[in-house]
């Protein structure tokens, strides 16, 4: 690989880790005020998560067609279309809580779906830019753009919420809309590399082999086990985030202020791990990862289920953060193992369609399992996710090591 090679590499991991700060502030502020604002211009308060999960469905919809499209006009290009989107769809949003039209706010889904669907390949931009062993560290390095997001996103929302009083949460999606026109720059100025880079001193990875039926790559476990970890992982994670605030502020009486630094605390968790979860997963393996991702959301859900208080809340959703770290981080790296160059866009594409699929679910069913069965549910329903995820992986795990073992 040439220095000029990789050079535009590390530039394009920063400029990544950029936009992804960018959209982690928009998707922070989302998750952390749609179902407040939802509840409040709502007929009926089990369709607070109405829009989130719209939202949800929008990113489903938008992965497949997106990663095909990337394949063929650049990833930037797609990204730059999907970031304009991303401003219509705040903007749009503001304006649902302007003129206390719900039909509206849920209408911002629709663009705010296709800008969230754009940014989950940031990941997957990264780990093509640079050589496969590096791969995780990238991955991992583009997610850290998480935490700058939490770190100045409350602060963002507070101001911006004040600056437009009386339209209560309707700032806070006028910062989203700022956020969007920020991220244009970093996506501006990725470089162009060779995909897919080789490693040093070995031959280069060619996409001559023709590409295998779909069907015969998601037969794989270890396709599968990719999928559910990512899928289940992003669900779990989002069924209980996304009743969180509302349990806080509408069950629990809490501030929105203070619901927003739980929430900040979570996304911190969430992308903090990512300094060195690449690191883990090249020196102990993608199964460690994924099993020490499961464990952290079984303290997440014991947590949740042991009281009501801000400590509860906190260290829920700090470990919900960390588990889906682990998960996702551990799923992304070993759904890259699993297909050809030649078959990436719709291998991605897929993987995207089914987690975002699975989370769609898990945000509508979320406020509506709040509403009429409680918090306690929320948690409990959430552990049975987390029983199927661990039981696919410890099957895969033990299937993969047995292969290991025929081998050697």
């Known amino acids: 690989m040439s220095p000029s090679g990789i050079k535009n590499s590390n530039l394009n991991v920063l400029y990544l880790m950029l936009a992804q700060a ?3 502030a ?30 949800m469905v929008f990113v489903a919809l938008s992965t497949g067609p997106l990663s095909v499209l990337m394949q063929k006009y650049t990833r930037q290009k797609v990204f730059l279309l999907c970031a304009f989107s991303g401003i219509v769809g705040a903007l749009v949003a503001a304006l649902g809580i302007y003129f206390e039209s719900f039909v509206l706010f849920c209408a911002a889904s629709a663009f705010i779906g296709p800008f969230q669907a754009s940014a989950a390949y940031f990941r997957f931009a990264a780990g093509e830019s640079v050589p496969p062993s590096r791969a995780p560290r990238a991955i991992s390095l583009v997610l850290i753009g998480g935490i700058f997001a939490a770190l100045f996103t409350p602060y963002g929302n ?3 919420n004040t600056l437009f009083l009386p339209y209560t949460f309707a700032g ?43 069907p015969v790559i998601a037969r794989q476990p270890a396709f599968i086990t990719a999928v559910v970890n990512g899928g289940l992982g992003y669900a779990m ?4 985030m996304t009743a969180t605030p509302i349990a806080m502020v509408d069950f629990c009486g809490f501030s929105s ?3 927003t630094k739980v929430i900040s605390a979570h996304v911190i968790a969430m992308y903090l791990p990512s300094l060195f979860t690449g690191n883990l997963i090249m020196r102990f393996g993608i ?23 801000i400590a509860n809340f906190s ?55 709040l509403r009429f069965f409680g918090w306690t549910i929320v948690n409990q329903a959430a552990f049975v996710m987390l029983v199927i995820a661990a039981s696919v992986t410890i099957y895969w795990g033990l299937r993969h090591k047995t292969k290991e073992a025929i081998a050697a």
């Open 158 to 160: 507070e101001f911006f």
């Open 172 to 214: 806070a999606f006028v910062f989203s809309a700022v956020m969007s026109v920020l991220i244009l720059l970093p996506l501006s100025l990725l470089k162009k590399t060779t995909e897919p880079i080789a490693e040093t001193g070995s031959p280069s990875v060619t996409s001559e082999e023709a590409p295998r039926p779909l």
């Open 22 to 24: 960018c959209f982690s």
């Open 287 to 309: 199964l460690p990862i994924l099993l020490a991702g499961h464990a952290f959301f079984a303290v997440a859900f014991i947590a949740a289920l042991s009281g009501i208080e």
């Open 315 to 369: 260290v829920a959703l700090i470990a919900l953060g960390l588990g889906w770290n682990f998960c996702f981080v551990g799923g992304t790296t070993l759904l890259t193992k699993v297909h050809r160059p030649i078959e990436k866009g719709k291998v991605q594409g897929l993987n995207e369609m089914l987690i975002f699929g699975a989370t769609a679910v898990a945000s509508m069913a979320a406020g509506a399992i």
């Open 257 to 259: 202020g203070t619901s």
């Open 237 to 240: 994670m989002v069924f209980v």
């Open 26 to 55: 928009t998707s922070m502020t989302y998750i952390a005020f749609a179902g407040l604002a939802g509840t409040m211009i709502a007929s009926d308060r089990a369709f607070a998560t109405l829009p989130i999960s719209l939202t």
